[in-house]
């Protein structure tokens, strides 16, 4: 084997392991979005129960 064979299966290699893993990070992001909405929308329900459990102002107190 020649070592420019060697070389020429190398690249290819090595571009195809590039190619996985960029294949590899973009379903390992796009999996991940959907965790990162349901995150905001639990804190937003969290917020949204304390402002609702939270009493209100106090009521002015009438004077005859």
Do not use: F, I
Request: cysteine-free.
């Amino acid at each position: 084997m020649h070592p420019e064979t060697h070389l020429a299966l190398h690249r290819t290699r090595a571009a195809e392991l590039h190619a996985s893993a960029a294949a590899h990070r973009l379903a390992a992001s796009a999996a991940a979005r959907p965790r990162a909405l349901r995150t905001r929308l639990g804190w937003t329900l969290v917020e949204v129960g304390l402002r609702l459990a939270a009493p209100g102002p106090a009521a002015p107190a009438l004077s005859s």
